[in-house]
């Protein structure tokens, strides 16, 4: 094997490992990539059914009223937030193309002010794009001082174009803790703490 | 028909190629001794053989925490180990086995023989070579040693779904992560090596469709590992950020989405489960040929059909979810693509089968564990089209049902492959042939162990019991029962394998060059027997076999 | 060639037989539902198909290793492609799964339309329970396996259902549509009942629907089928499937109950009776991590027994219980006890196992707490 064929078979080398390299670079870049993009097709597609946390305009559509659709709330607590949480309807019927407004109240339970935050589901998940909330609670985080009461609305619309076997919709509210801007109860960070030391 | 193999004396042209070999290359200097000479050697063939006895260590390791599994699950009732433990155990056994077992298995055989099947005189990158192989035991000492940290071991599965992962895992798993995170750097390296090497280094005349299969898979599973492992590597950091710095990537308190985790999981673990096959397909359509006597049926369809698995395997993901409530349209298109990976593969069997048809078969001891590969792997197979019927997969997911189809895949497929490989190459390697006697022990005993211990979880799982269980209803006993005598028969088989190999070492049956006859005529059968450390240091003239 | 055919005539008599062992047991049930059945069926083609081609594959494999074996004699071939051949071998097995992909995405259709239930139930997934709220109808309970440790320590006979019994099964009623809303409060779980043919993964912070209309009344069994941490094999599903009639009566009956229960909120408990009441509670809800003497196993679940921050801090306390503490495996139990069990449970752990503060938490102090 002559020098110049060595050459030729190390710029080769050279090539591929940087090739490789990018690709690497690439794919790992990719993989973080898929976080937003696959947000983004969630709520394109509504297939997960998380919502758009973004308020969305009314849209003025001429009511359905040849179809009754029953709209169930369900409201749960994560774990860690010393709030309640409650809706003054379990459910309402609408039509498509309605706009209804539900209340939920927010009471903060301990002596000290919280953040939390309340995470919006949907099922079932071919409803979530046609679930129009124009105003939630669930659109940023929530802060409650020591004892405070909070009523807040959510004003929604269900898209005349709903699914036509969709005849129930289930909006979930999931309350959560929002991660270090809560008070830690009085000593249980300490304890959390002990625990992980251990 | 002529044989690849250039006809000339090989002995001849090997002791001439060491001789042209001086001057301009140092690796002829004498290597230093004990210990720094393996910690610091740059030949592939050393590097090949320290990835194979680590990842036959692994297999050890790895087999134990499967045994441990089975005593507990030999009869109903807790008995042995708590299921904390068990989790670890069930968890340890899985990545031990994928990552430090069938992996560096394959890439040890990788680093031996792709060199010597393409004429090249080493790796394109040998110091890389050396570092890729050191990382790996750093990486799994570290996993080994989370079992004795504070609240054990990673103990959420080999999938490590979050959250169970990350908020809910034990304090050991930032130890996992990293762990996991060096095994991958190792097996990225390995494989832009093993790129550089196929792409670059080919004998003089030897065309990419004239490469032998084995070199083919490798090549489009390093392309694999190149695709794959860095999104392993993403998710894992991500779990690192969870875990340590407050983000919300898979926590849904923080606005995140635990099912985007097995998205970005399975992205990366289907692929990976064709990394652990496809050198397999190679290794078999190698050693069906050579005790066939028969030239492979369809050696470009082969290499045709090894790609589009690759290709389909980055659209099947969702198949491993289809339980998580995905809409339909994609509960249908996973469906469909996994349906269309039985394709290629049934290829692939077929081809085997047509080269055993009129062919003049003999069977050693390769040959026995390349034909039960194609039996029991076809078998997996099966299980495999069974399972990508999504509303069947709904009764079938996450039970037995599954852990059968991927042991049958993973054990009398991969690691079957594995050994035949290891058989059919030993003369190679030592100048010996392997004992007969005690290979076919070790064959008949591992082909009824692995049949006794994984056969009897079809039937466990379709009545129903969940996989990654420490105990279980009364109805599942008798084929509990009967998987562990399978499993400890299968395992203690094992130790034939080591003795084999220990013998076949130290002594036995001199092998020629051409060791198998005139069929396994790779060009790994031109150079002497054992294969002196430095070969091909003047590239061999690639002869194509005459049609 | 003779001798083979009568081995594979052989054979298919033998899978033929194994039909009848099949049924008891050591396959997929046919189950109870419509779907259930279509699956079952879905399921035995794609198996007789995986058969047919495995016997004609191996038919020819081993009629080639016994025919053309080299001790023999056997002179090999020298044919090495044959594009037909191929171009077969390639078509054939795609028309097969187009054959089968047809019937199952029929299925598939059929499982993903929820439409029309007349009954929801939103089943949660907590470590290591689940949790059964028939929605609209103020009916909700936990349902824990109900096997005594001791036969899983095999101190005890094991019983005929032993690790597929719970406390509290979810009751259904046949022939009526049954839509299903699963969640979770914190990691994976997936709700599983073979003869119903429903696996679900449960996510926390998303919702999930499935449904069931069972044919026929009865008990069926299931279990937590995702891995979900150290009791994933101590959380059975059982799902009492009962005529119409017999539920709507069961419904008032659970009513009724809950009404009951609510008014012992408004008088005085004992310390005795908390105490009882509250080593029932323990048992079913506390044990599975805290351990049954609340010896806890650290560093995922701290002892409650001698825990001095627990002595000290009453209302940190009931903190702990009621809202959980986020981040760790500690739920918050607000609504998924009631105020008598949440008071009893407190009382209970501040006062057993040594802990003897002698605090008594009145149900009351709770159900104001937790209205205000």
């Not at chain 2, 301009?24 to 063939?45: D, F, Q, S, V």
């Not at chain 2, 079938?396 to 991969?414: E, K």
Request: hydrophobic share 50%.
């Amino acid at each position: 094997m002559t020098q110049s064929d060595r050459e030729i078979r190390q710029a080769g080398v050279r090539r591929t490992i940087w090739r490789s390299v990018a690709a690497l670079v690439g794919m790992f870049a990719f993989a973080f990539a898929l976080v937003p993009l696959y947000d983004v097709f969630c709520r394109v597609t509504g297939i997960n059914g998380a919502v758009d946390t973004t308020a969305q305009s009314i849209v003025h559509e001429e009511v359905d009223e040849s179809r009754m659709v029953t709209v169930q709330f369900i409201t749960r607590n994560g774990s860690g937030l010393p709030w309640r949480m409650e809706v003054e309807t379990r459910q309402v019927r609408m039509h498509p193309g309605q706009t209804t407004e539900v209340h939920f109240t927010f009471s903060n339970q301990s002596g000290g002010e919280s953040w939390g935050r309340a995470v919006p589901g949907v099922s079932p998940a071919t409803a979530t794009r046609h679930v129009r909330k124009v105003s939630c609670f669930c659109f940023e985080e929530q802060k409650l001082q020591a004892g405070e009461r909070l009523e807040l609305p959510l004003v929604f619309q269900l898209a005349r174009d709903l699914p036509p076997e969709v005849n129930t919709v289930t909006l979930v509210y999931t309350l959560y803790p929002v991660e270090g801007k809560s008070e830690p109860l009085q000593t249980a960070g300490a304890q959390n703490k002990e625990g992980e030391e251990a | 028909m002529a044989p690849k193999v250039p006809p000339q004396p090989t002995l001849e042209q090997s002791t001439s190629a060491v001789d042209a070999g001086h001057g301009h290359h140092h690796a002829h200097e004498a290597p230093p001794k004990g210990i720094m000479r393996w910690l610091l050697t740059t030949n592939h063939k050393e590097i090949g053989s320290m990835y194979l006895i680590f990842s036959l260590i692994m297999f050890f390791i790895g087999g134990i925490f499967a045994l441990v599994v089975r005593l507990e699950l030999f009869q109903p009732g807790l008995q042995f180990v708590n299921p904390e433990f068990f989790n670890q155990m069930t968890t340890m056994h899985g990545l031990i086995m994928v990552f430090a077992a069938v992996m560096p298995a394959f890439t040890g055989l990788a680093n031996w023989m792709i060199p010597l099947q393409i004429g090249a005189p080493d790796m394109a990158l040998p110091r890389l070579n050396n570092f890729s192989f050191w990382l790996l035991p750093v990486a799994f000492g570290l996993l080994l040693s989370t079992l004795l940290m504070p609240g054990g071991g990673p103990n959420f599965g080999w999938t490590f779904y979050a959250p169970l992962s990350t908020t809910y895992a034990p304090p050991s798993t930032t130890f996992f992560i990293l762990s996991l995170h060096i095994a991958g750097i190792s097996s990225i390296l390995g494989a832009i090596n093993i790129i550089a090497t196929i792409l670059n280094m080919r004998a003089p005349g030897m065309r990419m469709m004239d490469m032998p299969l084995f070199v083919w898979t490798w090549l489009i599973t390093s392309f694999l590992l190149i695709a794959v492992m860095p999104v392993l590597a993403g998710v894992i950091t991500m779990m690192l950020m969870d875990i340590n710095f407050g983000t919300s990537f898979f926590n849904a308190a923080g606005g995140g989405d635990p099912v985007l985790f097995q998205h970005l999981f399975w992205f990366f673990g289907h692929p990976e489960v064709y990394i652990m096959i496809l050198p397999a397909f190679g290794i078999v359509s190698a050693i069906i040929p050579a005790f066939a006597r028969k030239r492979l049926f369809g050696y470009a369809s082969m290499v045709y059909a090894t790609a589009a698995i690759a290709i389909l395997s980055f659209m099947v993901w969702g198949h491993h979810m289809f339980v998580v409530g995905m809409p339909l349209a994609g509960q249908l298109f996973f469906m469909y693509a996994t349906m269309l990976i039985a394709v290629p593969t049934g290829v692939k069997v077929f081809n085997w089968v047509a080269t055993l048809f009129r062919g003049s078969i003999s069977f050693e001891p390769p040959m026995l564990f390349a034909l039960a590969f194609v039996v029991l792997f076809t078998i997996g197979g099966f299980s495999g089209l069974m399972l990508a019927i999504a509303p069947a997969d709904f009764q079938y997911h996450d039970t037995y049902f599954v852990v059968a189809h991927f042991h049958y895949v993973l054990v009398p497929g991969a690691v079957f492959a594995i050994m035949a490989g290891v058989y059919y190459w030993l003369p190679k390697w030592t100048g010996h042939y392997p004992n007969v006697r005690l290979a076919q022990w070790h064959f008949w005993l591992s082909v009824i162990g692995v049949n006794l211990t994984f056969f009897p979880m079809h039937f466990s799982g379709l009545a129903g019991m969940p996989r990654r269980i420490p105990d279980y209803a009364l109805q599942f006993a008798d084929f509990n029962f009967v998987s562990s005598l399978g499993a400890f028969l299968f395992g203690f088989s094992q130790l034939l394998f080591v003795a084999v190999i220990i013998l076949c070492v130290r002594g036995g049956k001199k092998a020629p060059a051409q060791a198998w006859g005139e069929f396994a005529d790779d060009l790994e059968w031109s150079v002497p027997s054992p294969a002196p450390l430095h070969t091909f240091e003047t590239p061999p003239t690639f002869q194509r076999p005459a049609h | 060639m003779r001798t083979l055919l009568v081995w594979l005539a052989g054979g298919l008599a033998l899978v033929g037989s194994s039909q009848v062992a099949l049924a008891r047991g050591w396959n997929m049930p046919v189950g109870v539902t419509d779907l259930s059945g279509e699956i079952y069926s879905l399921h035995m083609i794609i198996f007789w198909i995986c058969v047919v081609i495995g016997v004609v594959v191996f038919g020819v494999m081993f009629y080639s290793l016994f025919r053309y074996r080299h001790s023999q004699g056997a002179k090999a071939a020298n044919f090495h492609e044959n594009t037909t051949v191929e171009i077969i071998w390639t078509t054939v097995p795609l028309l097969i799964l187009v054959g089968m992909a047809v019937p199952a995405t029929a299925t598939l259709q059929k499982i993903y339309d929820p439409s029309d239930a007349e009954l929801d139930v939103m089943i949660t997934g907590q470590q290591w329970r689940w949790r059964y709220e028939y929605l609209g109808e103020d009916v909700a309970f936990n349902s824990n396996l109900a096997t005594p440790r001791a036969q899983i320590r095999g101190e005890e006979e094991r019983g005929e259902h032993y690790l597929l019994e719970v406390d509290e099964p979810l009751v259904l009623p046949i022939n009526r549509k049954v839509r299903f809303l699963f969640t979770s409060d914190d990691v994976l779980h997936a709700w599983w009942v073979p003869e119903l043919a429903v696996k679900q993964d449960t996510v926390p912070g998303f919702v999930t629907e499935n449904w069931v209309q069972i044919n026929e009344p009865g008990i069926y069994r299931g279990q937590c089928a995702e891995l979900c941490g150290v009791d994933h094999g101590f959380m059975p599903v059982v799902v009492h499937a009962v005529e119409e009639d017999e539920f709507d009566a069961w419904l008032v009956e659970r009513q009724e109950m809950a009404a009951e229960e609510a008014m012992g909120v408004d008088r005085d408990w004992e310390m005795d009776e908390l105490m009882e009441r509250g080593e029932g509670v323990y048992g079913s809800i506390c044990a599975s991590c805290h351990q049954p003497e609340g010896q806890g196993a650290p560093p995922a679940f701290p002892a409650l027994a001698g825990n001095e921050e627990l002595i000290a801090g009453i209302e940190w306390h009931k903190d702990v219980v009621i809202n959980g503490v986020s981040g760790t495996a500690m739920p918050a139990f607000r609504t998924t006890l009631n105020p008598v069990e949440l008071a009893a449970v407190i009382t209970y752990t501040r006062n057993a196992w040594g802990n003897d503060t002698g605090d008594a938490v009145q149900p009351a102090e709770i159900a104001e707490r937790l209205a205000q």
